[in-house]
C-alpha cells in the first residue's frame, strides 16, 4: 500500500530565501520527528542518510534511509528520494510566488516495505508537515 500527502503552505518571504531551507538536507530533517540523526554524504548537499526511528511494533530499532535530490529547478521544484529495507518515499517541494510571498506545494509518496509504515505516516504526516512549516518560519526569522 501507498500513501500520498500533500500540503499548500503561503509563506511571506521571497522563493530565494524558501528555496535556500527547502534544500538544505539538514534543515530538511531536522524537524521531522521520526529522525534521531543525519550525515552528509556528499558536498554538493544531494545526498544525506538519515537515521530514523519509527514507533512501529516490527521495527524495534532505528533504520537509515538514503535519500537524494534527484531533480533541481532553483529556486521552483525539487524532488527528493529516500530508501530503505522498511520504506521507499518519495518528497517533492514547489515554489511558486505570490504577491506576498512564496506559495509552497509539499507532496509526500510512502511506501512501506514492513507492516504499519503506511498506517504511521497515514496518521502522522500532517504533524511531519507542521514540524517542517514551524521550522521553515523560524529558520526565516518569521511567525506563524
Given at each position: 500500500?501507498?500513501?500520498?500527502?500533500?500540503?499548500?503552505?503561503?509563506?511571506?518571504?521571497?522563493?530565494?530565501?524558501?528555496?535556500a531551507?527547502?534544500?538544505?538536507?539538514?534543515?530538511?530533517a531536522?524537524?521531522i520527528?521520526?529522525?534521531?540523526?543525519?550525515?552528509?554524504?556528499d558536498?554538493?548537499?544531494?545526498?544525506?542518510?538519515?537515521?530514523?526511528?519509527?514507533?512501529?511494533?516490527l521495527?524495534?530499532?532505528?533504520?537509515?534511509?538514503?535519500?537524494?535530490?534527484?531533480?533541481?529547478?532553483?529556486?521552483r521544484?525539487?524532488?527528493?528520494?529516500?530508501r530503505?529495507?522498511?520504506?521507499?518515499v518519495v518528497?517533492?517541494?514547489?515554489l511558486?510566488?505570490?504577491?506576498?510571498?512564496?506559495r509552497?506545494t509539499?507532496?509526500f509518496?510512502?511506501?512501506g516495505?514492513?507492516?504499519?509504515?503506511?498506517r504511521?505516516?497515514?496518521?502522522?504526516?500532517?504533524r511531519?508537515?507542521?514540524?517542517?512549516?514551524?521550522?521553515?518560519?523560524?529558520?526565516l526569522g518569521?511567525?506563524?
Open positions: 500500500m501507498t500513501i500520498r500527502v500533500e500540503r499548500v503552505m503561503e509563506i511571506p518571504a521571497d522563493p530565494q530565501a524558501v528555496w531551507f527547502i534544500v538544505d538536507p539538514e534543515k530538511r531536522r524537524p520527528s521520526v529522525v534521531t540523526g543525519f550525515d552528509l554524504d558536498e554538493d548537499g544531494r545526498k544525506a542518510t538519515w537515521t530514523v526511528k519509527l514507533p512501529i511494533p521495527i524495534n530499532k532505528t533504520v537509515e534511509v538514503d535519500t537524494e535530490d534527484v531533480e533541481r529547478d532553483p529556486p521544484y525539487v524532488k527528493f528520494t529516500g530503505s529495507r522498511v520504506m521507499q518528497g517533492e517541494h514547489t511558486e510566488p505570490t504577491d506576498t510571498g512564496t509552497l509539499n507532496e509518496t510512502v511506501e516495505r514492513v507492516p504499519g509504515v503506511e504511521y505516516f497515514k496518521r502522522n504526516l500532517e511531519e508537515f507542521d514540524n517542517l512549516e514551524d521550522a521553515l518560519f523560524e529558520d518569521l511567525r506563524l
